[in-house]
Nanobody, 123 residues
């Protein structure tokens, strides 16, 4: 059973930084993709960044240059480094995973999801 657990969310001031972690387990695929998404109440879930098992990455325009996705293959962890945070980055952040080397920001391409971790950017 595939399991994803996010951590690292917090309240920070504008301009601050955070590192979110997504601990993955239970999968047996030889290739996979992991995406980070965020959602605020009343809005659709938005794809932020994704990475596959070849380290190919993709970013949303709104975060490119500020956020960095990476993975630690040995630990089966995927990270999202958030820098130069803005109040608009406030959201619940989720990681998602599915089989195949096709990093995508489309939520409907992922079958497995974590419970989320809250990021709040406020002065």
């Amino acid at each position: 059973q595939v399991k994803l657990v996010e951590s690292g969310g917090a309240s920070v001031q504008p301009g601050g930084s955070l590192r979110l972690s997504c601990a993955t387990s239970g999968f047996t695929w030889s290739t996979y993709s992991v995406g980070w998404f965020r959602q605020t109440p009343g809005k659709e879930r938005e794809g932020v960044a994704a990475i596959d098992s070849t380290d190919d990455t993709i970013y949303a325009v709104s975060v490119e240059g500020r956020f960095t996705i990476s993975r630690d293959n040995a630990k089966n962890n995927v990270y999202l480094e958030l820098n130069s945070l803005k109040p608009d980055d406030t959201a619940m952040y989720y990681c998602a995973m599915d089989e195949g080397d096709l990093p995508t920001l489309r939520a409907d391409e992922y079958s497995h999801w974590g419970q989320g971790t809250q990021v709040t950017v406020s002065s």
